[in-house]
């Protein structure tokens, strides 16, 4: 019962996962080169390396246009 822990987002749990691969930071901040959203009303934290491929897809979405 307890395998899908893992794999959530748990700000009280003293450290932060990424929600695209799951790396996990300690504390209850994300880094500075993390990004933040808000998700159906919770918060989502996004890792400095998925936030550069997220950022790219952007980019490369505007350009695309
Ligand atoms: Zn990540």
């Known amino acids: 019962m307890d395998e ?3 794999h959530r987002a748990d700000p009280d749990d003293g450290h932060l996962t990424c929600v695209r691969c799951g790396t996990t930071v ?3 901040a994300p880094p500075a080169t993390w ?4 998700e159906n009303g919770s918060r989502q934290y ?3 390396a998925c936030a550069r491929t997220h950022i790219r897809a952007i980019e ?6």
């Open 35 to 38: 990004l933040c959203s808000m």
């Open 4 to 6: 899908e822990t893992h």
């Open 46 to 48: 996004c890792c400095e």
């Open 26 to 28: 300690e504390g209850d």
């Open 60 to 65: 490369g979405r505007l350009d695309a246009d």
